[in-house]
């Protein structure tokens, strides 16, 4: 694993979308068309705010992400089609091809839907990040390491709903959804390069856990260390309990 600590996020935020653009141009390079995965929340802001400014043939590129909840529109603020839609392909004049995760219908359809399409696109790069409980999309512990399902129904724990509560993303912590769909652990590692973006103090035991402690389930990011091409990007504050 490649570690890198800014003084902040502003600096996280420019390193490593350098490095995804970089990775994403070699792929270009190789293949006519390639494949990303984007993530959300507040620890994409400032990657994402790099990303969209660089010079690169979107229309040659195909986005998938990692979760969506379940029962959620896409017109609500938590919304991360919302988030996609308006923090990256309106940026890039929808330049793209992408599958968004429609979580309002039948979830088990939607499963099966977006995991066959997701097997047919090899990714190239994927941009995640750590949740403050460890979580890789929405795995939260204990992790499932072993389904090689693409996309799966989950239950989202307390520590993880509340840390949405308090990102600001819903009024009060009822309203956070309880389950989503989410990119299994397994199908995030088949990305042949990972970026993972991971500020702010609230992550910092988290990311110290991942590196430092066991490889668990109970920590799922801890499974990222065994990425044969895998980039974690820290400030200052994430990276204190290292």
Known sequence: MNINISKDAG?????AANQAIALIKGALQEKEQINIILATG???FE???NLVLADIPWERVTMFHLDEYIGMSDSHPASFRKYLTERFLQKI???CNYHL???EGDATKECERISDLILKHPIDVALIGIGEN??????DPPADFDTEV?????DLDQACRQQQFGEGWFATFDDVPVKAISMSIRQILKSKHLIVSVPDER????VGNAINGPLTNMCPASILRDHSSCFLYLDQASASKL
């Open 11 to 15: 600096e996280l935020g420019v390193t």
């Open 42 to 44: 507040a620890s994409q």
């Open 47 to 49: 990657v994402l705010n």
């Open 93 to 95: 004049d929808f330049r």
């Open 101 to 103: 995760i429609n979580g």
């Open 134 to 139: 460890g979580h890789l999309a929405f795995n």
């Open 150 to 154: 693409p996309y799966l129904i989950v």
């Open 203 to 206: 992550k910092a035991e988290a």
